[in-house]
């Protein structure tokens, strides 16, 4: 063991020869300190025991199932494709080795730095202990100390380095389906928009758009022009958005594949032969994505694309999911010739249905494969969790190459470190109730994670949808930077203009109204890229008392909001727990209402046509009016909603949207602020060096819930 | 077309032939009346549709997914064996056509009385329409008219029939568990309980008890002395209760299996021969439970339980449950066969793995055998949902004629007119958060339909739990009539001890708490025999406004109690929604605490320990202490806990607890009254023929909040 400081607050320390991962950067000063932990090892494996207070919460581990507090659940970090997210489920597509205990007095961090598995038992075999299960003895262990969880993840964010920013565009409405099938389904799709002038920055294809599921090809047949279509498309505002897979198809004179042989590009198998599993194209071989030079050949794979007018993509399948391997298939064969009119009894029958039922991505296809990693060659299983975020990796470089500007990325394999490179939607989700509050859940461990450009697929994947959850569901993600609407084939249609007048109505308002959102939501992402810290903060990380620890279904957005969005079906309202005074925002086009709530439980109205969300006492929140398209959208007038019970103030953040100016701090900034004055007025001023922003309008409400409507023009400066 | 009164508030419509299912009883009258409602019939089925307005509401369907109001789902009648109770399914092991149509004004009551496959689409695929559709076009539609949901229920009552009555000792506590394999293994956990002093009147045996899972076979490697434990148990007050299977092992030599041959009892194939499926034990035969021979005869088998001191049966997998026919095992062969050594492609792939994946329970199996309905042979399919309730009437007529006093007997396939002869649980449910509130959403609906002995698998079947999560399902259950531990083999060991000693304590008070709830829930469960309607009722059913509308989280029991339990994971309390004015009980041993609280929404601190609930105004409810079994009950003293504004009565129902004779009438009356005097005062009264019952302990809370404690001697009479 060695010990190194990285800052006051984190000391870390080395057991055995870690892997390099990347995740953590700075410099690390030796030190003579132990582990204040107790380690033990069993068959390899090292775990260790954290002590449960019975107020203890937890908090982190990513994109994963259960509550914003952790406890009661067994999780593991291992990136699996699994797309039944049900309560049983223990690991999802991320693998995020963060998180935080805490009591009423005193939160610790923890980041566990090995990409391999690691399992966490948090107050589920035993109620009292969290026990920490790592398979392997090689990795660091990070503590971190803070006054509050905040402090303790902004410390962490800092070590961990500056996440992934899209482009402004990355924060419009994008339409997707997995069925698309045609040229013609996606130019549909873009015309049904347009008609019904509901906002839309892009549309996602899946698979469909390729040749034979062949990454880098574009179908012949089925998208004979889709450059142009492309090209034409982003004239207007609207960018489509291709997936690429992890698995490169085995078949002679494709190029890709025949590159990737020349240029020893695939994971080996334990006879150093390229391994082959199958996937959507049948048989593949992987790319060794955590080799650079194959970071720096796959990534230029993606000039095809950006040469096709293409600036944001999506990777998935990069656990890496496999359907089967033939070595497992030729088990099940020969277990169902052996069933042949035999009788077979309860667990023969169960095995062979198993050998087929279980036959994805079992744990030993990832022992079947290795990397070369300096001179050790490690099995897929022992550095799995890197596998995604290095494709992520690869194709960030290579986007950046090749388009000169920002782009939008988003992976489904995740660990923290790709947070750097790019977002994350969280996977496969169903269109179930349940996945929509996890949905909210989620939000702040993705934050504390490092990662800020994420959502759902908002009305679920799988399953089929109704027009009610879709609303419902909408009304949750006009909130998060990745506002995307995706669906799979064979489940009903999921647009948000599929679902009879009345919800094409409601849809299309929710859709403005994230629009409308924009210029608060991308001022805040830019500012998480500045300070680190939670974009989403959970109410128990800001508020004493029960209530606000186990308000689940709450969430506070940067300093100003309060979300507290109605998930449950045929609901027409619900309880929210207010900590603190707040404004109730029934937010509109024109003239939303405010209307002052003391704190405590209150039951609010919400229909399927609102968009309801509570202001912070002293708190301003800035926002536009409706465009069709992100960079449609006019900047000239901004406005303001506020709580002014004595003074506030919002610096928004802005930038150009595209280039990369905001890493050297070339941003827009533009200071609100209002007064409530002694003497009984409202003094409302804006100083701002935006070049396109002339006046201001404020509508605030103070503490006796009187109403301010104020113009100004702006302050250069 | 032919229309007929039932009673005044009730008419029945009769299209073509329908299959007689016995569920409605009672004289039809001849009128001349239109089905007010529009049918339309395509490829043999009919549909209807019935407009929903924005504030209708749907309640009913017996034990199904989704929520009290079943608006925004897809159900489907059809007794299907699927453990997986996640959002997408449609249905699970009943089939319940009941329902009634509510909005502000006006309820009507539909009964379906038909034995095939019934779809509901509840405002899923149009908002505004609940759709129905027949699978076939025999059937009867009964339409119920009534001031209230409350009244229509009861006049489905008087026509469905009375339910099933288990003996008292069947509200007790049951564990069981699928694995315990041997005597030795039942024996400790009986001896546990004692040890631990824990209540307990039973043990379920699951498959574990029987030799190679042939029916009414016991052991005799595992349960050498079955029959000496059985009745060494029940004297001590522990009953044993076995599983019996639908399906009969093909043995030569089994007694079962060739008397079932001999008579030809077993249903057949397209060409006349006994229909072979795989289940548990290999191949069987199933009993055709719908002839009357059969059901004589098989019940007639239960007597070997019966013979060995066995008082209660649990009937299981008789949707009937299939694993797999010879000719889909075969087509599921060839097709593994045909992919050896090729490169599938993924269509090829999946259709491989799917042929086994999905090998169970294939509609095309209940294509595959014949039930002979006087002169028509009909497949399973299309008589698909009696196949359970005729075989628990087949059990219920074998126990009735063996025991000659009550018996304890559950199924887990049903439908409507099984209520007559056995109580069910709710399948094979996980250790889940959303099963335990649905548990608590299934309540109503259950009741709806007529079942009162009913209750979920406490702590969850499939899947682990966590200590907590059973803590707090038994908060819940100690108010189900039915109340079952039951686990999956391979699952975490469920026992209340087997949780640490702090959850022990905690589990063990809850099953205490609950045996002090029986005198209540006993009289609850008798009156229903007497009166029919609902014993768990919706706060929607009476009371009006959204809040209570949308209360699918509390329930009311009785006249008397609303239930509000905790049903997240590491809620410390929770929102509780008061629609008047109400006492909080904090229910314990000794000095119960009552608070009264204003209407509205409150938050309540309700820990592991605890069990709460709430008295409504003017309400009284008895107890007792606990004691180790139900026989073991001292009635000799009444308590009774109250909110007292003006006055308050209740009258207590008791019987003998087994014998037939509540069905004349024969019942112990006790009335139970409480005063608030004018003068400040409270008088209390206590009036019974009960033999045993000597005082009466109130402990009152009035108006004003004041508590007052009082004593009575019983009058007799």
Redesign the interface.
Known sequence: MEAFKMTDNVIGFRFGNPVETGVIQGEKTQVEVNLPIELREEGGRISFTLKLTEND?VYGLGPNL??I?K????YESYCTDDP?H???KTTLYGAHNFFVLEDDDVATGFFIDFPGRVKYDV??T??EELQVEIHGQDFDIYLLEGASIKEIVASFHKLAGKPYMPPKWGLGYFQSRWGYQTEEDVKKVYETFKEEEIPLDGIYLDLDYMED?KDFTLSEERFPNFKDMALKMKEEGVRLIPIIDAGVKIEEGYPVYEEGIKGDHFVKDKDGKPYVA??????VHFPDFLKEETQRWFGDQYKILTDAGIEGVWNDMNEPAI??DETS??E??EA??L???G????NA?FS??D???N?GNKLEYYRRFFHEIGDRRLTNEEVHNLYGYMMTKSASLGLKKHLGKRHVLISRASSIGMHRYGGLWTGDN?????HLSLNLRMLPSLNMSGFYYVGADTGGF???V????LTRWLQLSVFTPLLRNHSAIGTRVQEPYA??D??TRANKKHIERRYMLIPYLYSEMLKTYETGGMMFTPLAFEFFG??AQ?A?DQMLLGEELMLAPVV??????R?V?LPEDMVLVDFKKYDSSLTLLKDG???V?YSLEDLKFFLRRNRLMPYTMPSQTVKDQDLSILKVLGYVDTEAVYVLYDDDGESFGYEQGKIYKTTLYARKLETGGMKVEAKSNHPDLQTVNFTLMDGTGEIWNEEVKVQRG
């Open positions: 919460r259960g509550g507090n406890r009661g659940r067994i039944l049900h309560e049983d107050g589920f035993t109620l599921f199958a996937v959507w194209p049948g048989k359907f089967y298939l030729q099940g064969v169902a010739i069933a042949q009119g009788n077979l009894n309860v029958f062979l249905r050998k087929f039922m036959i169903s269109s179930w109730w349940s799988g399953g089929h109704s027009g009610e959850l679902f009879g009345v919800l029960e209530e186990q689940e449950s079906q045929n609901a027409k309202g309880y727990y439980v209150h039951y109205s």
